[in-house]
């Protein structure tokens, strides 16, 4: 399953050279959002950003980066649980562990007697650390969109199915329609095209987003993440834009199924249900998040522990990530991009992430 | 974090859990989202989960448009 030709510079330039025609033939610049952040590293990382730009089409990162919607109230929250009880793992994904609060990150905190913080690749791995150490509390701080969200569900069901009694997960998760939803319903919305993610999408398929084709008229792609694959989803939009009939167009259907992933979906929804939920940036989107049913509550670190997880107000100043995250400005924007906050010495979260426009910016564009 | 890598199943076993290879490294995984899944498929794995089936026949489709390109670049 060779991917090469989608990186072939032949290939890639002949592409390029469609693109620019069909943009230049629309007599006016175009603003296109890339909604992942998978897509926003990708874009920068093979030049694509600059190219772009010079054919007429500006790309903007949009808010999918879960690392950097997650308030701070709740990254602090996993940092109470760990500095103030004994006995106590916090295990999550790497990036989650160097995001700068008002209380230090997690990799910095020091944890309470007996308590320490773990790094896992995969939720189900935080099971098994549960399985080994039952004399433990461990909580997993289980953050991420669609894609992600699955894997954490399933996990809870497996341990509540062998009842296990010393695990919780401490969940952020996010819905990507919703905030869509919000950025074409703001007034001042400049957005005239998606790049869908490719592997939320691979998920929730193609459905979740005919809205924004059919109620808002802004055409869009869904797209893999090779060169190719977003470059062939970005002639599309041009198309569409040209023609004025937006669709959903399906760029990655190797992956990409029309309906999602029905396992996956039937996962979620057993396990899961939908509740308004206070994004980084983007403030309370109705609809946007999701926490285990009351069924699951056992599992639910916010529930089993007690936490109270309010405002939203945290963001240590001058930080304007919540501004980078809705495609307001453009990581330079900010006084301290590329001083007090490098990639070295992250200041606010989207300087963390892989998937922050902040780092793809520091990396690939200075 | 939606990083997903393209990997081919090497061990599936009743439970769904196995192994992918991937770049010559065995890494496990787990299979549950998927309906039906087999040695040899190739998936998409994300967070120690496999999420998707990869379509051959979808994925060389896409290699063809890619090919017209490099035989007609200009077109
Ligand atoms: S450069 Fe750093 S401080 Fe500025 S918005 Fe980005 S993450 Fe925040």
């Known amino acids: ?107 910095t905190i020091v944890p309470a007697a007996g308590s320490q913080v773990k790094i896992v690749y995969s939720p189900e791995e935080s099971l098994e650390i549960a399985r080994k150490n039952p004399e433990k509390e461990i909580i997993f701080f289980g953050v991420g969109f669609e894609t992600t969200i699955p894997s954490i569900a399933l996990t809870v069901k497996i341990a509540a199915e062998e009842k296990i009694s010393n695990f919780s997960v401490l969940s952020a998760l996010w819905l990507v329609p919703p905030p869509l939803n919000a950025l074409v319903s703001a007034k001042d919305t400049k957005i005239q095209g998606f790049l869908y993610p490719g592997h939320v999408s691979a998920i929730i398929g193609e459905k979740p987003y005919y809205f924004i084709a059919e109620k808002f008229n802004i055409p869009g792609a869904i797209a893999g993440f090779e060169p190719g694959d977003i470059l062939l989803a970005l002639s599309s939009i041009l198309d569409q834009k040209k023609t004025g009939k937006a669709e959903v167009a399906n760029e990655y259907s190797r992956v990409v199924r029309a309906d999602g992933n029905p396992t996956a979906l039937r996962v979620m929804d057993d396990m899961l249900k939908v509740k308004d939920s206070l994004w980084r940036g983007l403030g309370l989107i109705p609809k946007s998040g999701l926490q285990f049913k009351s069924k699951y509550s056992a599992f639910n670190a916010e529930k089993k522990h007690s936490l109270k997880i309010e405002g939203g107000s945290g963001d240590l100043p001058g930080c304007r990530c919540g501004e980078v ?33 902040c780092l793809a910016y520091y990396k690939y564009q200075r | 974090m939606c990083l997903g890598i393209p990997a081919k199943v090497i061990e599936v076993d009743e439970s769904k859990h196995g192994k992918i290879d991937y770049l010559g ?24 989960f496999a999420i998707s089936k990869l379509n051959e026949e979808e994925a060389k489709e896409t290699m063809d448009l890619i090919r017209e390109y490099i035989d007609h670049p200009e077109t």
């Not at chain 1, 760990?82 to 994904?93: C, G, P, Q, R």
């Not at chain 1, 809705?326 to 998937?355: A, R």
Request: overall charge positive; hydrophobic content about 35%; charged content about 20%.
């Open chain 1, 1 to 107: 399953m060779s991917q090469n030709k989608l990186r072939n510079r032949q290939v890639l330039r002949g592409l390029l050279t469609e693109i620019k025609s069909k943009a230049k033939s629309l007599n006016t610049p175009i603003k296109i959002m890339e909604v992942c952040g998978t897509h926003t590293m990708a874009i920068h990382r093979h030049g694509l950003k600059k190219l772009l730009e010079d054919s007429g089409i500006e790309m903007v990162s949009g808010p999918g980066c879960p690392v950097c919607i997650t308030p701070n109230e709740i990254h602090e929250a996993a940092i109470n649980l760990v500095t103030e009880n004994n006995n106590f793992i916090l295990t999550t994904f790497g990036d989650m562990t160097r995001v700068p609060t008002r209380k230090g990150s997690i990799q």
């Open chain 1, 325 to 357: 995250l809705p495609g307001k400005i453009s990581p330079p924007q900010c006084e301290l991009f590329g001083k007090k906050c490098n990639p070295d010495s992250p200041y606010g979260p989207c300087m963390v992430s892989f998937e922050g426009a």
């Open chain 2, 25 to 48: 490294t065995k890494v496990k995984t787990n299979f549950y989202l998927l309906e039906d899944v087999k040695k040899g498929d190739w998936v998409i794995v994300h967070a120690g």
